[in-house]
């Protein structure tokens, strides 16, 4: 069950990401879905480095690290992909 909530967690996350970047991300949605769970995974340990990791409640600000987190990745990410694939068109041409 644990796998099945990383993978849920890490699709909206990603998705929410994107949203938010402005522009066109031209990933596709399974690496999109990666990109938020790698988001979820940073956010938690820059939660438990701050001391916010686990607060009676919502952890809001847990959240908000993991999102500005899979923003940062799916932004990154996106621009990593979009090279390697570049790559492989100009290859394909020579």
């Given at each position: 069950?644990?796998?099945?909530?990383?993978?849920?967690?890490?699709?909206?996350?990603?998705?929410?990401?994107?949203?938010v970047i402005p522009g066109k991300q031209h990933s596709p949605l399974w690496l999109?879905?990666?990109f938020g769970m790698l988001g979820a995974i940073v956010g938690n340990a820059v939660a438990r480095a701050a001391g916010v990791a686990s607060t009676p409640g919502v952890d809001w600000t847990r959240h908000l690290f993991q999102l500005i987190a899979a923003i940062i990745i799916v932004l990154l990410g996106d621009m990593a992909y979009m090279a390697v694939r570049g790559r492989r068109k100009q290859e394909r041409r020579v």
């Open positions: 069950m644990g796998w099945l909530w990383a993978i849920i967690v890490g699709f909206v996350l990603g998705v929410i990401a994107k949203a999109t879905t990666i």
